[in-house]
């Protein structure tokens, strides 16, 4: 299953560490990573969401 894993870098509840190691735990072999600059736990809710919904249509269309 293609799974997109998006984070920002001011998250509080979910850190890097975490968030690097559910991606390595995946089984799927259609994986991405992506860290979103000054965004927090909520992304598609701050002022800085265009780059969380951007980065879900560059996976989706790469599928």
Known sequence: MPTL??????DKLGSLEDNQRLVDELGSNVKRYVEIEQAGHMIQYET???KF?????????EK
């Open 53 to 61: 919904y951007q980065a879900i249509v560059e996976f989706l269309e």
């Open 5 to 10: 894993v998006i984070r920002g870098d001011s």
């Open 48 to 50: 800085n969401n265009t």
